[in-house]
């Protein structure tokens, strides 16, 4: 049994059919890549998986179990959380309370504890830790983002667009860390549309097209494919 097994999903922002039946999985353990064009349905499947938008019809199973009629709140009290598209800090907050923020449903005695494994991984964190988020760069908020998703200490780690609007340095340091934290054991589902990236870190990917899964395979085979690289590696 996979992971997160997401069968045939359909979601709608009212009348609009943004996920025409979505079929994927992810294993335990690993790191997997949703490539796609603008609007192919990348953060919408995200968005069904945290049920921000719950998918209309097809069931999201999560160790087996559907999720596909809970809240938000307890899609990440079982173990899933999101660094949503456009990092989403909370602006006026220092970067210690968006991290606090990311663990507001927890009453476990751990904290203190992920709070410096996030600064571990993201030594500008800590430096920055009295900063309000609105005043940090692109990329630091990024790493804010990232670092407030696992503040919830997820099982599975959903990323939207990490690289989005973030130099190419910065966002290959970004990445380094994205393959840290899936070493030390968080299963990752990963959107980009800039693959390159993407592919270099993930084992598997699937390739998104208006709101179909049109190709999967593994990362490295994709990268070779020369669709794909027509199509979403500017090669
Ligand atoms: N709030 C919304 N209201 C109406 N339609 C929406 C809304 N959000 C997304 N859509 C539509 O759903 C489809 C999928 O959008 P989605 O945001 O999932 O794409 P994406 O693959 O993440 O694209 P991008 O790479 O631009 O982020 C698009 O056609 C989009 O216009
Ligand atoms: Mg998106």
Redesign the pocket.
């Known amino acids: 049994m996979a992971l997160l097994e997401l069968d045939e999903i359909h979601t709608f922002?009212?009348n609009?059919e943004?996920l025409k039946g979505v079929t994927l999985e992810v294993e335990e353990g690993e790191c997997v890549t949703l490539i796609?064009?603008?609007?192919?349905?990348?953060?919408?499947?995200l968005?069904s998986i945290s049920a921000l938008?719950p998918a209309r019809t097809g069931e999201i199973r999560f160790r087996g179990k559907d999720i596909s009629r809970k809240a938000p709140q307890d899609i990440v009290q079982l173990g899933i959380s999101q660094s949503p598209?456009g990092r989403k800090c909370f602006q006026r907050m220092s970067v210690s309370e968006n991290l606090d923020m990311g663990a507001y449903l927890r009453r476990d005695k751990e904290i203190g504890q992920d709070r410096q494994r996030v600064f571990e991984l993201f030594p500008r964190l800590e430096e920055r830790r009295t900063q309000k988020a609105g005043t940090m760069s692109g990329g630091e908020q990024q790493m804010l983002a990232i670092g407030r998703a696992l503040m919830a200490r997820p099982k599975l780690l959903l990323l939207?667009?990490p690289s989005m609007g973030i130099s190419p340095i910065l966002t290959e340091r970004i990445y380094e860390t994205i393959a840290e934290i899936n070493k030390q054991g968080t299963t990752i589902l990963l959107?980009e549309?800039n693959a390159n990236f993407a592919l270099g870190v993930s084992h598997r990917g699937y390739v998104?097209e208006t709101?179909k899964v049109v190709l999967t395979n593994e990362s490295a085979k994709l990268r070779e494919d020369p669709e794909v690289q027509k199509a979403y590696l500017g090669t």
């Open positions: 922002y009212g609009i943004a796609g064009a603008n609007g192919a349905g990348k953060s919408t499947t968005r938008t598209e939207d667009e959107v549309q998104l709101g």
